[in-house]
């Protein structure tokens, strides 16, 4: 049986998991109400992307007995373009801290992109975001990334990157 289990705060990566499940007829279940993992044998993980986290995903695959038996696809939601690989990299060291080895091993990771509106953030994500570009701003330009560019292009705006035909990759692996 297959799972998809989303981790999202602003509804982002909801909006991917509920689309994903439309197209694939596969039940989204927010992974604070996901009690047994360990009885589906495909688990696809839909997670949005906080200071380099994955919301939900550790305490999600914590749980996991035995992880051979089983297909892991992990995809996650942020604002960092995933067309550039310095990106995807920071990304994929970060999960990789966050997973044993085994479920890292065994998981097969996508990229997708998100969206942000400043106006709707709670004052302990605000403040973070504040900081992060305070900090991105006193960069010199040889020292900023394209994740550092992305944070101070869209700083205050509402900006929204969902495209739901980057769900495709994510359908042809889980055949
Ligand atoms: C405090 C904070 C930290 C964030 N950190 C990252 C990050 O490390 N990498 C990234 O690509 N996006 C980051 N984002 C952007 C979110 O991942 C993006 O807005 C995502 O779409 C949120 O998903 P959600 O609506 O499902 O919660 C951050 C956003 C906030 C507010």
Redesign the pocket.
Same mark, same amino acid.
Request: charged residues 15%.
């Given at each position: 049986m297959k799972i998809i289990i989303?981790?999202?705060?602003? %509804?982002? +990566?909801?909006?991917y998991a509920q689309e994903l499940s439309i197209k694939t007829g596969i039940k989204a279940m927010d992974y604070r109400d996901m009690l047994d993992v360990n009885s589906y044998d495909v688990v696809i993980y839909i997670g949005?992307?906080?200071?380099?986290?994955v919301?939900g995903m550790k305490r999600t695959f914590n749980k996991i007995t035995d992880v051979t038996a089983k297909k892991i696809i992990i995809a996650?939601? %942020?604002? +960092?373009n995933p067309c550039d690989k310095s990106?995807t990299d920071t990304?994929k060291k970060?999960i990789k801290r966050q997973l044993s080895d085994d479920v890292y091993e065994n998981a097969h990771i996508h990229f997708l992109?998100?969206?942000?509106d400043y106006s709707k953030?709670g004052l302990?994500?605000?403040t973070?975001?504040a900081l992060?570009y305070r900090k991105a701003k006193r960069l010199k330009d040889d020292e900023k990334t394209a994740?550092v560019n992305?944070l101070i292009e869209t700083y205050g705006k509402k900006v929204n990157f969902i495209d739901f035909d980057a769900l495709n990759p994510i359908i042809d692996e889980m055949e």
């Open positions: 989303y981790g999202s705060q602003y %509804g982002t +990566a909801k909006e949005a992307l906080y200071a380099g986290g919301l996650t939601v %942020g604002l +960092a990106n990304i970060n992109r998100g969206a942000i953030l302990k994500h605000k973070m975001m992060l994740e992305a």
